[in-house]
């Protein structure tokens, strides 16, 4: 082509008229022509094949993509793999998969991949500066995953807020509240802070306390209250609970003239410990309502005086 056109600008001179007969001209123009459109339509020919290729290989690698979450997912509930892991294996194989597909697109086009490959690792560097936050989380992520504080199901405490585990992601945990709230928490920030476990032993014990007057025989109170412990575990026994170490006790707190103050503690399994909770207070007040104990309640005296 280049020569051609360095032929059809000899044909002109500065300062002087044209002097090419008009059907070398043509010629020439007829042939640069054909030539151009010749080399246009192997590129289209060629990009039309590479494009066609790469809608192919996204179709391919979005079908893949919810194909293998899906049998992926499948797998780690059939397998002895901690749920906890479940969503964070599954979050990474997706996303090698995406990589997977965006670099055989980069081949169809011709790029070498192993020079892209070093322009990723510049590129990812300074993404990383630039995310140190979520970096952060992902590490912590990884942390947590590896020491294990709280599984799927357990009710935890973090950060004063108070709920059970639904999942762990690659940056965040979720966990929902009893009054169904979803609070999703940066693995960073659980990570850093106390977490406790209030089912990490399977049981917990409540602790109610009881006020009355001094006037009432220890004995007699002590006996009710008993009874009233007694009649909780049996409602909420369980196999957890029948060690003697998880018998309910009844403590003799302190004296302050006129009151006397006692601890009620049943043990109940973690996930009853509200229901063992209340349960208890309604049967302590029962029995001593039925024994003609009254319950302290607390009073306030307040006296007013007139200035003259």
Known sequence: MWPRLAAFGAYFKEGDELETPINEIKDIDSGLVAEMLAQGKQLIVTYSQKTIGV???????????????????????????????????NSIIKMAILVFTFVACLGIFGIETTSFA?????????????????????????????????????????QDRLGVVDKISIFSTTIDTYDKRRIIIPNGSVHGSVIENLTYHGVRRTEVDVTVHQSNSIDKTRAVLEAAAASVRKEFDSELLRDSAFDPMIILDSIANPYVTWKVRVWAVANQYLDVSEASIVAIKRSLDENGIPVYTPKMDVNLSQKS
């Open 55 to 89: 809608i192919l290989v996204l179709i391919v690698g979005y079908i893949l993509f919810r194909w293998v979450s899906r049998l992926s997912m499948v797998a780690l509930r059939r397998s002895k793999i901690d749920p906890l892991l479940h969503n964070y294996i």
């Open 118 to 158: 070093a322009v990723i690792g510049a590129a990812g560097l300074a993404i990383g500066l630039a995310m140190q936050g979520s970096l952060s989380h992902l590490a912590a992520g990884f942390m947590l995953l590896i020491f294990r504080p709280f599984k799927v199901g357990d009710l935890i405490k973090v």
